[in-house]
Structures are given as C-alpha cells and as structure tokens.
C-alpha cells in the first residue's frame, strides 16, 4: 500500500482534512493509512480522524453506500432505522448515512435524540426495517466511534452477511461529496423520516412487563434507594421512564453525568466495568445513603454496579456476578410461582462464569454456551423461535451485557437495571444485600472465580505481537514452558462442539482454564481466567496461579516480538 499516495490523495477531499493530515509525522500518518478499518459483524469502530484507518465522513459513507449496494441487491424496498448515541460526530454521521441511504432511493427513519442500542434493535423489527444502523462506540474512550449493523430480526447481523456488505464496501473508493452533504444538511433538508413516539412508549411497557414483583415495587418501591448514572450517554429518559412506571421512587441522578455529552467530561473513558467511573456516584450514594449505585455506558446496553455493604462501603459486582445473581433470582421467582417451564433456555458466553450451569441444573433448566459476543445470543434467540422444546429467557456475558425476554435481540441495559433494581428491593425484604446473595450461591454451588486481563497492543506492532501469542498458546512446548502442565487445549479456529470457527484458544486444567481472545473492536488481547476451589482462598489462589502464568507468557512474547 502506497501510504504517501494515499495521504496526497485525502489532502484533495476537502481543506478541513488537508489541514488535519499536514500536522501529522510520519509515524502518524502511517498509523492512519497502513491498512483500512475492516467492516465485520460488529459494523467498522475506530478512532475519529482523517484517513482509511480512522472513522470520519469518508468511511462512514463507504460504508453507507456498500450497505445500500447491499439492500438493493436484497431487498424488493428496502427500509432503514438509524439511531446515535452521544459521541463526537454521532448525529453528524447519522444524518450523513440517512442522506447515503435517500440518494439510494431507501426509505430512512431516524431517532429524534440520542437513543440507546438495544431500543434501535427494538425499533427494526417494530417498523419492519430491512436494516438498523447505530452510530456508537460503545464504551470505548472518547476518540472513538463507530458504525454498527442490524439485521432485519434486530440483531447483530451474522457473518455471511457481513462479508456481503464487506464485499460491497471493497468495490468503492472513498471519493464523496461531503460539501453537498454539509449544505443539505446546514439547510435542514435531508430526506428522512423520524422514528415515531410510539416505538419508544412500547419499548417502556415491554420492559414493565418483565418485572417478577410489580406489587412489591408498587407497596415497597420507596424503600430502596438507587444512584444512577448515564456517564454522560443516553440512558437517562429511558431508565427514569421504566423506574417512574414501576414505581421506584427514590432515584438519584449524578447531575454532572446525567445528559448526553460526547467529552465524557468527568470520566477517562465511559465504561461502567471500570471501578472509577463510579467515583462521583459513591459521592452522591454516601449523602443519600443509597443501596446501589448503577452506571450505564454510552449507548445504554452495558450496566455495572455498586452495592453498599455492612461497613457503609460500595463494593462493585462483577459482570459475571451480577448474571448469576440475575439467574438465581430469576429461577427462583419463576420457581415459587410454579412457572418453571423444562423448555426454557439461558444462554451464556463460553468465557463467562460456568457457576451458572450448576443453578440451570438444579432448577432444570437448560443452559447453552456460545462464542464471545452478544450476536451469537441474539443468533440462539432466532433459531429458537418456532421451536416447541426451547424458549428464550435469559443471555449474558461476562462484559458487563444482559438481555432477558426477546423483544430486544442485543444486551439491554435498560432492562438489567430494572431487574437489578427489583433484586435489590426484594432481598431488602429478606435483610440481604446483593452481595449477601452472591456469598449465598457461593455457599450452594461452589467457588467460582474470574478474571479479565486485557493488553493493548496498537498499531502493526501490535498486530504482530497478538498474531504471535496467538501462535504460541497452542505450542504444547511453549505451554509447558511457561508453566502449564496437563492441560486440554481448546482451538476454536478449527470449530469447537457445532460453534462457528473464532480466533479463540481455551487452555484446560484441572484448577482451571485461560481462554485467550483478541478483542475485536479493539487493539487488545484479551486474558480470561477462571477456576473453582473449595474455598474461595482456593479460588482466589487458583487465579493468582493462572494471573502470573498470563504475565510471564506476555513478557517472553514481547521479547520475541523485539
């Protein structure tokens, strides 16, 4: 690839982006056109900025246009739904696919604001859309954003038809004229249609209509107080919506996080699986006194938490404990009711925590693993429609993601919180905390403990030192070497029990497992350890073990990689 050719070519798009690519050195420049941002079933994310490895106006509409190729080829009139979150350039980029899309003689609706993710996937199948299209980087920091598409049963599109769109989007250079664009834009005259209220009403009562306990909340709804924070993105409305229908009272905003700003102001980077973001929560939870503190990323479908404990302190719950508490409780509302049904089935990430399976046992219930992300979920959820012996009731994965019912085919943290919520307010009544209900199943079902290690590794560098790893974590020598002996090595590039082949390897052993996952939205490599002791000290121990084996593997990596 010819960088320098490509950088003189972009200069000529417009001057805002011959300005951007003059200030760069070399080793940035190279950065930005080494290689394009690869569209997969995730849609493309990256950092904002000029160039082919970058999100800006010329790649979004590239990938616009190999989408509309697409819809044509597919469908008799196609329809699109686009909504954004509130980062740098989301409405922007959502108004320059609509205008896309329209030149292509499709039909286009377009969310009114900032709109969590899982509501757009609501919203496609609600309006009979073809496709969805969501501008979010999740919870990526604030340089980022992304293109995110759905398929017309609202879920993450599948593989087969992401590398349809990918081979549309090949076809096309970048060349586009973004000043048109901007003039039709400044003179308010894109051709779209907004998404009607209604989608967002029925969205509300569906979530409504999975509460386990709407009596208890309506008699006891002010006897639990919650701290919530968007971290600045676009769950505000929506929660506050389902919690005022439900009738919890006592909901307490982070005023400083409450509304959609894409600098993210007063966090690093927006991801509520980091203990920080919580900082100004714990603030506001102390001078309320409240139960639990709740923190949803920027485009709504991830939630973490905080629960007060016996000493006043916040103590933050895992992604994988907060799935297991929402599976018990779930389970055991569903079981004192007399409404278990054989037929249901919870479906789980193959690196999220297996304690899981040993509550599906012991309620009958049946538990399916799949690869790591929410698309092979929201896959399971499709092909059980129809289905006489399996119904859909809960997915998760360790990251922080939940989806319970099937109007939604993506993690949903508008409804997570809600029934996070619920629980709280139910143990209440039985003198439990969440974490007292956490150390409850521990008891029942054993010491199952987890770890997420995760390495970012930028650029073609980085690139190469994750190709290595990946190499090396199925050399039983470089195994042994480094620490692991009797192990079981797991490579589902080769397909594992009917899964789709993913760069995944999992390394057995008897106190254990280590599954190594590059991050595919991301420049990381992602380590996940678990095990299960006896005790938790055991537990903890076995992790501790497995931590230091993942440290010394990336040492002598690196030093191959110099």
């Known amino acids: 690839m010819d960088i320098e050719r490509l950088c003189n070519e972009w200069k000529t798009f417009d001057k805002d982006t011959e300005n951007e690519l003059d200030f760069l050195n070399s080793e940035e420049i190279e950065d930005r056109f080494y290689k394009e941002i690869k569209f997969g079933t995730g849609g493309i994310r990256g950092k904002i900025g000029a160039g082919t490895n970058r999100i800006n106006y010329y790649t979004i509409a590239r990938a616009t246009r190999g989408v509309s190729n697409f819809l044509i080829k597919n ?143 309506r008699r006891m709804g002010d006897r639990i107080k919650v701290v919530y924070t968007p971290l600045h993105g676009t769950g505000g409305e929506p929660i506050k919506r389902v919690f005022d229908k439900l009738g919890f009272s006592n909901l307490y905003f982070v005023k400083s996080q409450r509304y959609p700003d894409g600098n993210f102001p007063t966090v690093t980077c927006p991801n509520p699986e980091e203990k920080d973001v919580f900082d100004l929560a714990v603030r506001v939870g102390m001078e309320k006194k409240a139960e639990i503190l709740i923190a949803t990323d920027p485009d709504c479908d991830r939630v973490g938490v905080m629960v007060r404990d016996k000493k006043g302190e916040y103590t933050p719950l ?114 439990m905390s969440l974490l007292d209900v956490m150390d409850k199943i521990y008891k029942k079902y054993g010491y199952y403990k987890e770890k997420l290690l995760s390495f970012v590794l930028d650029g073609k560098d980085g690139e190469n030192t994750i190709r290595i790893i990946m190499e090396k974590v199925i050399d039983n020598d470089f195994i042994k070497s480094i620490g692991i002996e009797n192990c079981t090595l797991l490579d589902y590039r080769k397909g594992i029990d009917s899964l789709p082949c993913e760069n995944v390897v999992s390394i057995e052993s008897s106190r254990g497992k280590i599954t190594i996952r590059p991050s595919g939205t991301e420049p990381k490599i992602k380590f996940y350890i678990s095990s299960k002791g006896k005790t938790c000290d055991e537990a903890l121990d076995y992790i501790s073990e497995f931590e230091g084996i993942v440290n010394k593997m990336m040492k002598i990596v690196h030093n191959i990689g110099d």
């Open 75 to 217: 469908f008799e009139k196609p329809s699109v739904v686009i909504a954004y979150d509130s980062r740098k350039f989301s409405l922007e980029f959502s108004l320059l696919s609509a205008y896309v899309f329209s030149s292509y003689g499709i039909k286009v609706k377009v969310f009114k604001e900032p709109t969590p993710t899982p509501i757009l996937s609501y919203a496609v199948r609600r309006l009979n859309a073809s496709i969805g299209i969501v501008i979010t980087a999740s919870h990526n920091p604030k340089e980022y954003n992304g293109y995110k598409v759905y398929g017309e049963d609202g879920g993450q599109i599948i593989k087969k038809v992401s590398d349809e769109i990918f081979s549309e989007i090949s076809k096309l250079d970048y060349k586009f004229d973004i000043k048109s664009f901007k003039n039709v834009m400044l003179n308010n005259e894109v051709d779209f249609h907004y998404v009607d209220n209604f989608v967002l009403d029925e969205y509300i009562d569906n979530v409504y209509k999975l509460s386990h306990n709407k009596s208890l909340i």
């Open 318 to 431: 895992t992604g994988n404990q907060i799935g297991t508490i929402l599976t018990y409780y779930i389970l055991s509302q569903l079981s004192d009711k007399g409404e278990i049904n054989n037929n249901y089935v919870i479906v789980k990430t193959i690196v999220t925590t297996d304690i899981t399976k040993a509550i599906c046992d012991d309620f009958n219930v049946k538990m399916e693993s799949v690869l790591t992300g929410f698309k092979y979920i929201g896959e399971r959820i499709k092909e059980y429609e129809g289905k006489k012996d399996k119904e859909f009731l809960l997915g998760f994965e360790e990251s922080y993601g939940y989806l319970v019912g099937s109007f939604v085919r993506d993690k949903d943290a508008v409804i997570a919180s809600s029934l996070i919520c619920e629980m709280a307010l139910y143990y209440k009544g039985l003198n």
